[in-house]
Nanobody, 128 residues
């Protein structure tokens, strides 16, 4: 398993933007599909996005589609989540995760059971 470290979270007003980063080590990042998840207080973990090893295939959770964008820089072993027009309901702990394969295969690209390595998360708080 690899080591994943998220950064970029913080407190922002509604309508604002944040860019999360996830730096990865200890695994072959350029050949690994990656995902972003979030968990609000008292809520269940939900998948936000999954991106294939090359970045050519991307899945984005419907409620954030058009506001959030995921990307990766394989030369830097880093995954990104650009979040725009943030809403109070986006408040959550955000996690990046790595799969053991190259694509977001499965019945759902957001199936957390298919992700083997997880970061500790970065808190995003959106005030109204």
């Amino acid at each position: 398993q690899g080591q994943l470290m998220e950064s970029g979270g913080g407190l922002v007003q509604a309508g604002g933007s944040l860019r999360l980063s996830c730096t990865v080590s200890g695994l072959n990042f350029p050949e690994t599909a990656m995902g972003w998840f979030r968990q609000a207080p008292g809520g269940e973990r939900e998948g936000i996005s999954c991106i294939s090893y090359s970045g050519n295939t991307i899945y984005v959770f419907a409620p954030v589609r058009g506001r959030f964008a995921v990307s990766r820089d394989n030369s830097k072993n880093t995954l990104y989540l650009q979040m725009n027009n943030l809403k109070p309901e986006d408040t959550a702990m955000y996690y990046c995760a790595a799969r053991s394969d190259e694509y977001c295969w499965g019945s759902s690209p957001f199936d957390a059971r298919r992700f083997d390595s997880w970061g500790r998360g970065t808190q995003v708080t959106v005030s109204s």
